[in-house]
């Protein structure tokens, strides 16, 4: 990730976007970027909530070398706005309090559960996954996941897409201090981060 925030470029600011129909509906076409002074790669896919990888990409990268007044095409999200949303409000009541780098992690952790095969494979069946009548995060089982989600949430799930495939694999986070199960105790521990520990 280092290296991503030592890419410095200068320029302006200019977005553009243009639609398409497909069958019958009408899409969003690719974003147009062109970068601020002090933009890099990584700043550019956390702002725009896409993978780092899939913005080298789709800009035929090869290297991450920037140039001043180049723009940059934003492709499109890997995760809806909807699915955004739903992440940001339980980063929002799971991580308050904690630190931005808690949120992101609490973010990862949805992620990375949506690429392993041992979980659903959408954002939202991963959040309101149930076992025995009882769901995987407190938020939802106590409505708290309805409530709004602050802007620190929101950027967080941006820079967890823009992250993504990058990160330690956690699966799981619990506070140590209050978990009841002795079967987490038992998952290798990737990272502690404020009251959180998390673990794969």
Not at 59 to 72: D, E, V
Not at 116 to 142: D, E, M
Request: aromatic share 8%; no cysteine; proline share 4%.
């Amino acid at each position: 990730m280092n290296k991503f925030k030592k890419l410095m470029i200068a320029a302006g600011l200019i977005l553009s976007m243009s639609a398409f129909t497909l069958n019958g509906k009408t899409e969003a076409a690719s974003i147009t970027h062109k970068v601020q002074s002090g933009e890099t790669y990584w700043k550019v896919a956390a702002k725009y909530g896409v993978p780092i990888h899939n913005l080298m990409a789709a800009n035929h990268a090869a290297s991450t070398t920037l140039y001043t007044g180049q723009n940059l095409v934003i492709p499109n999200s890997t995760i809806s706005a909807a699915d955004k949303d739903l992440m940001a409000r339980l980063v929002h009541a799971e991580a308050k309090g904690e630190s931005y780098a808690g949120k992101v992690a609490v973010a990862a952790v949805i992620l990375n559960r949506v690429k392993n095969p041992q979980f659903p494979p959408t954002v939202r069946k991963v959040i309101y996954q149930a076992h025995s009548g009882h769901y995987a995060f407190t938020p939802v089982q106590n409505g708290a996941i309805n409530q709004a989600a602050d802007e620190d949430s929101k950027k967080a799930v941006n820079e967890a897409i823009a992250y993504s495939g990058e990160g330690k694999g956690s699966l799981y986070f619990y506070n140590p201090r209050i978990a009841k199960s002795g079967w987490i105790n038992t998952r290798q521990v990737t990272v502690t981060i404020g009251h959180h520990r998390f673990a794969k």
